[in-house]
């Protein structure tokens, strides 16, 4: 039944029956965290083979002739880049292969605009109130990095087919002063929506008016598909070069949720002028990336065809673990209401909206019976979710039965705080 | 003889001589290198069990419970920071953990001074026409980042016991725009010098005008002795807080040169107040750095006491290259003084001084036979020394048969350069 239209008596009852369930879950004293996209043991065991790839007898030089152990290289070695170039679709030439994280190169690249500009415009730092566009709910890190830089964050409605494309396309052509917009097209995080060809095309096609306005192409859910009928999505830098905008777009992914969260390897891949910039730029921060670690990241993964083999046996893990947290969901909220959710197929999240103003209840009534999730507010800039609404659920670190009843608790939790929400307004 | 007083038809003589010997090097179609500290491949091999120690079976996780394969932990695992500690006597909660490469680490200070700030001060990009004091002749990288941030560096004279002090102080004391001073205080490079504990007690007594003036304490060679009775550097940051300037100083290193230099640790330390203002960027730039590749580190290194007699395998391969470089300096220089060297007792560099205006023209000569020489100038902000005499040599990498060649050439070359010179001037 509806919540909403239920009386008085009604709720109270089925409030002091929920309490009850909640205090019986409380006495578990459990210790569940359903918070962050983190692997799994089990997913990282996958790859552990990797460790035994190289050794003290492996000649560590690569393809053209880089001995890994020593200086040089800094953006990459060859056999990495091949792979990356498969991954994202975008030439060899054009990737440069870091360290262990995606993150950190859109930190760098940001960094980069910020302190020494493009050819053509001065550096961010000193065009003073530039803002970035925010596709909401989206991933909190990318915010944090805008607000550590005083970036103001503009926020835009996320569609089941990518941003809303008229705020986008409206925003960039009229205001010289949005730098650029967080996209992960992907399998987005939270909601694993993936981006309709027709959003791509609208990417590819902007013509911002700020000439140093980029697309921060965050790829991170790549191949992390949990369906075997892969959703598929538009090259956007094939789109962005028959648009004759190839400048536009700076693409990023990691090997972080295909190999070792701690250990991986990432690459981002742009146009030749978007790579002689930051190739200046990494030629002064560094003598190098871990070529050692990318070279045993080359052997273990070959190429893409055996990345998505790979894959398969991640999704094997992950799917499951999806089924049940979309099991209680359904079960819980189909007939009454009180919550809506997304059934993303691929990425590591759940989004799920409550009713407006219980999100940051519902948090905190789990974590007050041993249940961590990503704070309410999270996937908006400066965590302030307006509505206080949305919580991202991740379920891939838990074990099955512990996440059963992490979402047993959940569901209690939301029905909880929508019933004191309606008891109290 | 000394060249100087040589007569035009000696002088002729002698030319027409080493001419002769310069082309019969040529003729040898040489491929030599002696331009950057990069250790040799015998070097690399000490460390190549550091491969094995971690495989498919490990359990990696750290001491304090962390799982190195899985993210988190953006300031490092335990068991590294201890490590880091002994080597730079700094306390383990003083340090950070990071990537393989301390240049980044430095690089990504000097970034989060420019963009943030310290508490107290604004962020240097905002303070406009900022200067850095840098010893020369000095390291190439460091002088390449103030390039980047468009940093005037101030050269201050380097003597054998350190940075002319009298300046720094001077300048330091005056100057609200000096913001930091670039060191590399044992085995510098390129001379070789180390800091005396005089040096030392003034740089932790000075009262910068700046209050975000910092001493970038580059130990990159704290336990790279070349001879059994190391140059002992007093700890700067023990010094510092004698004089309630802890703040002062933030001290960096690697194991570049210990374990690979493609696929090392490297850390820094330094007060609570700089850790805290770095953790708060680290936090937002990255997820946390190659944790599994900081615990092959830890169970390899073990200890201070196992790294000392681990460097006494680096000493035995490069003592006797640093003899064939003085060797070949004092046969040739000793009497006619037309070039004077420095004689490290550590480090990677042999730091010559050739006659005023003739450096350069000694790499060229140098270059047209097939010996590549860091570039004149290279040990100078913007790679410009006025007096265009100074050459570093690094003889790590070649063969010791290679190295000979290299340096009778680069003698010779030397030779030839100087009497040019006396015989247009």
């Known amino acids: 039944m509806y919540y909403p239209e239920m009386s008085k008596s009604e709720l109270l009852s089925l409030k002091l029956d929920l309490e009850n369930q909640y205090i019986n879950f409380k006495e578990k004293d459990l210790n569940l965290n359903i918070a962050r996209g983190k692997p799994s043991i ?23 002739g880089l001995d890994c152990l020593n200086y040089g290289g800094i953006d990459g070695i060859l ?59 989206g991933y909190d890190r990318h915010f944090s990095i805008l607000e ?46 993936t981006y309709s060809d027709e959003v791509v095309r609208r990417f590819a096609k902007l013509h911002p008016k700020a ?14 598909d949990l369906s075997e009928t892969p959703t598929n999505l538009l090259n956007i830098m094939d789109e962005c070069i028959k648009q004759g905008n190839e400048d536009l777009p700076i693409v990023f992914c990691s090997t972080s949720k295909i190999t070792f ?4 390897v990432a690459a981002l891949g742009a146009s030749n002028n978007n790579i002689n910039l930051l190739k200046k730029r990494y030629a002064v921060q560094t003598i190098g990336y871990d070529k050692v670690n990318q070279l045993r990241h080359a052997y273990f993964l070959k190429d893409y065809k055996n990345i998505l083999k790979h894959m398969k046996k991640h999704r094997e893990i992950l799917k499951p673990k999806f089924d049940i947290v979309l099991k209680y969901l359904k079960e819980n909220f189909n007939e009454n209401k009180i919550a809506s959710f997304t059934e993303p ?52 670190y838990p074990e099955k039965d512990e996440l059963s009843l992490a979402m047993q608790l959940f569901c209690i939790c939301v029905k909880l705080a929508t019933i004191e929400k309606l008891l109290t307004s």
Request: net charge negative; with cysteine.
């Open 148 to 193: 550590y830089f005083n970036i103001e964050p503009i926020i835009i409605n996320m569609n089941e087919d990518g941003p809303d494309m008229d705020s986008v396309e409206r925003l960039v052509h009229e205001d010289g002063s949005i730098k650029g917009i967080w996209c992960v097209p992907k399998y987005s995080n939270p909601q694993g929506y």
């Open 79 to 137: 056999e990495m880049k091949k792979i990356f170039s498969e991954i994202l679709g975008i030439k060899q030439e054009n990737i440069i292969v870091g360290g262990n994280s995606s993150l950190n190169m859109m930190f760098d690249t940001i960094s980069c605009f910020m302190t020494s500009g493009n050819s053509t415009e001065k550096p961010w730092i000193e065009q003073k109130d530039i803002k970035f566009l925010c596709p909401c709910p």
């Open 42 to 64: 089990e997913q990282i065991n996958l790859s552990r083979e990797m460790l035994d790839i190289i050794d003290s007898e492996s000649s560590c030089v690569s393809e053209n």
């Open 261 to 264: 969260p701690g250990a991986g």
């Open 345 to 396: 197929k691929g990425g590591y999240f759940v989004s799920v909206n409550v009713m407006n103003g219980c999100a940051s209840r519902v948090v905190e009534l789990c974590k007050n019976a041993g249940l961590i999730l990503t704070n309410a507010g999270a996937t908006f800039p400066k965590g302030k979710d307006k509505y206080n609404n949305n919580i991202r659920i991740a379920p891939s």
């Open 211 to 224: 000439s140093d306005f980029r697309i921060f192409w965050d790829n991170a859910y790549a191949v992390h």
